[in-house]
T-cell receptor, first 111, second 116 residues
Framework: DAKTTQPPSMDCAEGRAANLPCNHS???????VYWYRQIHSQGPQYIIH???NNETNEMASLIITEDRKSSTLILPHATLRDTAVYYC????????????FGQGTTLQVKP | GAGVSQSPSNKVTEKGKDVELRCDPI?????LYWYRQSLGQGLEFLIY????????KSGLPSDRFSAERTGGSVSTLTIQRTQQEDSAVYLC??????????????FGAGTRLSVL
């Protein structure tokens, strides 16, 4: 399974875009990239996922590089409620869909 | 619609006692997962159910841990002879399909287990 690497922490000003990077240089062709976040004392929340193409939904955008070795999650207008730990996860070679969480990036949105 | 429901939300027990944690997945979701999150640690996978079968139990830390799922719905995680190192938040997730692609998992709020 592909290992993902994320910076341990980032700050972002409220109202600005938050760009969270993730490296997954060993990802294979059929592995998806998933992003989840965990707000303090809550269960993880799905944000977005992608395979090759960039994706956008009501929460965020996902930009995947052409070689698929890295991706960036973009929260276009961060709010204080976006303060959370963000996890970048590859779907892995397993056919069970289990998620292998790393340490994630703690995003602190500041007023 | 209802999300994933877990009970109890908090459980305090004494070392050596058995505990049961319950998970009610989203209706119609065939895949169910258990994870745990220890203080200061990341989330670790415990077990995966597809229907009532558990094809992947690789994350269960010891034979004191077991889980079952009945009727393709409710699941129970049982920890026997609890130890202090079992203290953690136990999270349950469900998804429509349990395959590697397009597998969006919805998590419950978790059960916080404290072993004294």
């Amino acid at each position: 399974d592909a290992k993902t690497t994320q910076p341990p922490s980032m700050d972002c000003a409220e109202g600005r875009a938050a760009n969270l990077p993730c490296n997954h240089s060993t990802i294979s062709g059929n592995e998806y990239v998933y992003w989840y976040r965990q707000i303090h004392s809550q269960g993880p929340q799905y944000i977005i996922h992608g395979l090759k193409n960039n994706e956008t939904n009501e929460m965020a955008s996902l930009i995947i590089t052409e070689d698929r070795k890295s991706s960036t999650l973009i929260l276009p207008h961060a709010t204080l409620r976006d303060t959370a730990v963000y996890y970048c996860i590859s779907s892995g070679s397993s056919n069970t869909g289990k998620l292998i969480f790393g340490q994630g990036t703690t995003l602190q949105v500041k007023p | 619609g209802a999300g994933v429901s877990q009970s109890p939300s908090n459980k305090v027990t004494e070392k050596g006692k058995d505990v049961e944690l319950r998970c009610d997945p989203i209706s119609g979701h065939t895949a169910l997962y258990w994870y745990r999150q220890s203080l200061g640690q990341g989330l670790e996978f415990l077990i995966y159910f597809q229907g009532n079968s558990a094809p992947d139990k690789s994350g269960l830390p010891s034979d004191r841990f077991s889980a079952e799922r009945t009727g393709g719905s409710v699941s129970t995680l049982t920890i026997q002879r609890t130890q202090q190192e079992d203290s953690a938040v136990y999270l349950c997730a469900s998804s429509l399909v349990g395959t590697a692609g397009k597998n969006i998992q919805y998590f419950g709020a978790g059960t916080r287990l404290s072993v004294l």
